[in-house]
């Protein structure tokens, strides 16, 4: 408010705090709030997405720093700032947050878990930032989380909040090449096609789907019990023993594939990645599984929007953590029309 006297500018903060949603809205969309600096290194971006998340619990994006032309989608829809989680958003992040910094690219990732209508979620937010100013945002957001997976979620693995150390790091665009192989080594049901490390694993929606010993239920029951202990014995295995058994098969295509986020300093890979299900009939084969010869995975079309996060020091990926929600086949991931 420069060039307001001090009567003034109080006369304006309490109009604004009085003003309720819908002056907030304006302000909003006119990209009134102080912008972050043009330099915006980590501490000042993992601060600006803690402002967001502190407006989501407030339900108010009043001074925040958002361009005039800001993109906001939540889970793949394109809605208004104020609606979706801005509702219903109760409490923030507690002991689960993880932050994915990329200067580079002038975009940070907050993954996590915080309280919608006083229910646990697990939470991705995409924010990228252009002089300034937040011009995306996008929201991941799992809403079901499962009784198996609830223990998962009270804190994120270390590795993932830990920097690696300056000898192990992966130059940029392998950690890039690395992340889009896991994707081809699903598409081709080949683990030797991603640098899996040996102590590799996978947690999705909150759930541990690899080195599960000794086995136990897979997240998603598959109708018989001589399937669910076949999908059982599968979960116990590694990232790339898994893959190379064709469980994934009835994922028939990964794109579009969004690789937005390189944090070299903590070693991790974020993208964002619409897994699609093309449909089948009868049994899917499997390989290399003890008693096991196939499995009742063909099920009707369905297109999933993930967000992937890797863990990658010395050129290994070392953890995967995946969140992300079904829709309909084709579905689009909101953000193919804006160089995403």
Same mark, same amino acid.
């Given at each position: 408010m420069q060039g307001l006297g001090w009567a003034a500018a109080a006369l304006a903060a309490l109009a604004l705090?009085?003003? /309720?949603?819908?002056m907030a809205e304006v302000q909003a969309a006119s990209g009134s709030g102080p912008p972050a600096p043009t330099h915006c290194p980590r501490a000042c971006m993992i601060g600006v997405m803690d402002q967001y998340i502190d407006a989501l619990v407030r339900h108010d994006p009043s001074g925040l720093p958002l361009s005039k032309g800001v993109r906001f989608t939540e889970n793949t829809e394109e809605i208004r700032i104020g609606e979706g989680l801005w509702i &219903?958003? !109760?409490k923030g992040p507690t002991t689960f947050k993880v932050y994915a910094v990329d200067p580079a690219s002038s975009q940070v990732v907050f993954y996590g878990v915080m309280e919608e209508r006083g229910k646990p979620i697990q939470i991705a937010i995409r924010l990228k930032l252009?002089? /300034?100013?937040i011009t995306e945002i996008e929201h991941i957001i799992n809403r079901s989380i499962s009784p198996a997976a609830a223990p998962n979620v009270i804190a994120p693995r270390a590795a993932l909040v830990t920097d690696v150390p300056a000898a192990e790091r992966t130059p940029r665009d392998e950690m890039i090449d690395d992340a889009d192989d896991y994707f081809e080594a699903i598409e081709h049901e080949d683990g030797s096609r991603a640098p899996f490390a040996p102590d590799c694993d996978r947690r999705e929606n909150g759930s541990k789907t690899t080195n599960n010993n000794p086995p136990v239920p897979w997240p998603v029951p598959l109708g018989s019990p001589e399937a669910n202990r076949g999908m059982a014995l599968i979960g116990s295995m590694g990232c790339a023993q898994q893959l190379d058994t064709g469980v994934m098969a009835f994922i028939t295509r990964l794109w579009p594939r969004r690789i937005?986020?390189?944090? %070299?300093?903590k070693g991790l890979v974020v993208t964002f990645v619409?897994?699609?299900?093309? &449909?089948g009939t009868g049994e899917l084969p499997i390989r290399g599984v003890p008693g096991v010869t196939s499995l009742p995975l063909g099920g009707g079309s369905s !297109?999933?929007?993930?967000m992937e996060m890797f863990k990658i020091r010395g050129g290994?990926?070392? %953890?995967v953590e995946a969140i992300g929600f079904a829709l309909p086949y084709g579905a689009k991931s909101g953000w193919e029309a804006y160089g995403q």
């Open positions: 705090a009085t003003a /309720g949603p819908a &219903g958003a !109760s252009i002089n /300034g100013r937005d986020v390189i944090d %070299e300093q619409m897994f699609n299900h093309r &449909g !297109s999933m929007q993930m290994q990926i070392h %953890e």
